[in-house]
């Protein structure tokens, strides 16, 4: 995933900053089934992860305009 601009950088802290809006986002996304660990610009699933939970996940992280500029799944 690529983050705006004002939530890179080592200040920023990205997907790990205490900012409430990426904190419930962080509390949403542990939700989801095979969430390994999210790290300050990716989320890791279980190499098992089905498709369909890719997909909606993707999705998900698509609206978050305000944060996120581009999904990339890996």
């Known amino acids: 995933m690529l983050l705006r601009g004002e939530w890179t950088g080592p200040e920023a802290q990205g ?8 904190r419930t986002l962080r509390k949403v ?17 279980e190499a098992t992860t089905e498709q369909s939970v890719v997909e909606t996940l993707k999705h998900f992280l698509e609206r978050q ?7 990339v799944i890996e």
């Open 15 to 22: 997907l790990l900053s205490s900012d409430q809006r990426v």
């Open 29 to 45: 996304l542990v939700t989801y089934p095979d969430v390994r660990h999210i790290l300050p610009d990716r989320i890791s699933l």
């Open 65 to 71: 305009h305000w944060l996120l500029s581009t999904v």
